[in-house]
């Protein structure tokens, strides 16, 4: 019974793991697309960070706002790289290439996963980024092996839930002109009610409540608290990682019950 259990499991990461590889390769053909969304979180950091790091006008608990900062620029780029990501899945049905996987013996949530996985390492690479970025304008930033490796997967994980949010608005609208308009709509509030550029003690009270119930803000406690030397959690990283991947998980099991919609 535990071989057929170990055999199962290792057939489904086969599965995941042959559709993030497929999704990574789309980002070969197109290497442009890495630049291009480069830009936004170094004028965040480069404008500004710097003019709010020299009129000092958010209290930051003695942080510098240039190193409170950083950290909420990762998830912002790791969440707008990602609710877009659904697009992919409307061009897959246009091109017949969603009906290939339909038809094939693996389960939906593998797919799902795997395109989630897919799409959560394009955020690496912007990662890398953000973190030479902020080195070179003076982050203090925690250097040891083991928080770097977590924030990899730290911003894995949150990529990969919001990309799976993105198939979930994929599946219901099924055109690429109104995925954009809700993509464009979902960003703004996910990202202000977050505690990505201030403190949560600085939201009026309603706000405050929303940011408890916002993934973001889990995802950026869990980054600033990692990659800063002189950051400490909120909530604590066990509860960031348990908040952000029962959300992944139940985007996973909802995403795979949905996906066959998106060809009606």
């Keep these: ?21 497929a999704e990574l390769r789309k980002l070969r053909h197109d290497p442009i697309e890495l630049f291009t969304r480069i830009v936004q979180p170094l004028l965040w950091l480069l404008i500004f960070g710097k003019v709010m790091d020299r009129i000092r006008a958010i209290p930051t608990d003695g942080l510098p706002y240039l190193d409170f900062l950083a950290p909420g620029i990762l998830a912002q780029s790791a969440l707008f790289i990602s609710i ?26 593998t797919l799902v996963l795997g395109k989630a996985l897919g799409g959560g390492v394009r955020s690496l690479s912007q990662a890398i980024v953000i973190f030479g970025l902020a080195a070179a304008l003076g982050v203090q930033i925690r250097w040891q092996p083991g928080s770097i490796l977590a924030i990899l ?7 990969a839930l919001f990309s799976t949010l ?8 099924k055109t690429r002109e109104r995925l954009m308009g809700i993509g464009q709509l979902l960003t703004m509030p996910l990202f202000f009610a977050s505690n990505a550029i201030y403190p949560l003690h600085l939201m009026p009270g309603w706000l405050r409540i929303l940011s408890h119930f916002n993934p973001l803000t889990y995802l950026v406690d869990a980054l600033r608290t990692l990659m800063l030397a002189q950051a400490h959690s909120a909530v604590g990283l066990g509860t960031d990682l348990a908040v952000l991947s029962i959300t992944l998980t139940l985007l996973v099991l909802l995403a795979a019950k949905l996906y066959p919609r998106i060809l009606i």
């Design 153 to 159: 997967a730290f911003t894995l994980l949150g990529s």
């Design 166 to 173: 993105s198939l979930i608005v994929a599946c219901l609208v």
């Design 84 to 109: 877009f990501y659904g697009i992919s899945a409307i061009w897959e049905r246009d091109s017949g290439v969603l009906t290939r996987y339909l038809v094939s013996p693996a389960p939906r949530w």
């Design 1 to 21: 019974m535990a071989a057929k259990g170990l055999a199962e499991l290792l057939a489904s990461w086969d599965q995941i793991s042959a559709i993030a590889e």
